[in-house]
Each structure stands twice: as C-alpha cells, then as structure tokens.
C-alpha cells in the first residue's frame, strides 16, 4: 500500500515537473522568436541610385530592391567601383514602396534609410535589410 502511495507521488511530481519544463521551454522560445523578430541590429542610411524594386514570392509576397552606390577609387582618375545593397521593403509601406519605383524610373539619387534584423523570415524578405524611409537627394 506504501509503495503504491509512494509510486502514484512520484509519477504526480514527474509530470508537474514535465509540465513545468514544456511552459518554460515555451516561453523561452516565444521570448526568442520575438527578439530575433522584432530587434534592430543596425540602422543607418545608405546613398545611391534605385536599380530596382520588385514584388517578389509564390506564397509569400516581398518587396525586394537593389540600391546602386557610386562609390569611386582612392586615385584621382579611378573608374567608379560597381557596388550595391540589396533590400527588403515590408508589405505595409505602401508609400515607401511608391516612392522608391518613382525614383527607380526616373534615375534619381536617393537616401535610403535602413534597419537591419538579427534575423530572416521568408513572409518578410529575402534580406535581414528593411527599408524605412526614402529621401530624395536635392
């Protein structure tokens, strides 16, 4: 009868204990799927010339761009060095994502300015680099 007792306390505190191990795990997992999500690793500003901007995706539609930055060589004379940032505009900013084919069309110098995520997932672009503004060089 003891043993019984006994056996019945032990698988009870076993699968609280399993329980308690699964909630935290869980949280755990949520607290890191967030922060990977939603923490900004870098922000700046980059100059260049829009090359293009698309909507990418079968299931997932992502707007992707290329930047062109004129960067030119330390010598008096050099050619330019062909160099560019690829970036990711979310869905939402339909504004940005205007503003950015206007300016890829008519050649415009433009200031993009940019946030980089610790990660990346496919329902939000192909890069970690996301748009968040765009100015238009004078």
Known sequence: ME???????????????IKRILVISLIIGIAVFA?????????????????????????FKTYEGKLNLDTFGALK???PIAESF???????QTEI?????????????VNLHFKKRFAQF?????????????ERAK
């Open 77 to 79: 004379g050099a050619s």
């Open 86 to 92: 690829d970036f990711s505009v979310e869905g939402h």
């Open 97 to 109: 994502i205007k503003t950015l084919e206007e300016v890829a069309l008519s050649g415009e110098r």
């Open 122 to 134: 496919p329902w939000r672009g192909e890069t970690k680099y996301f748009a968040t503004g765009v």
């Open 35 to 59: 922060f990977l999500y939603f923490a900004t690793f870098e922000s700046g500003v980059m100059a260049g010339k829009v090359l293009r901007i698309s909507e990418k995706g079968i299931i």
């Open 3 to 17: 043993n019984e007792n006994f056996g019945q306390k032990v698988k009870r505190k076993t699968i609280s204990m």
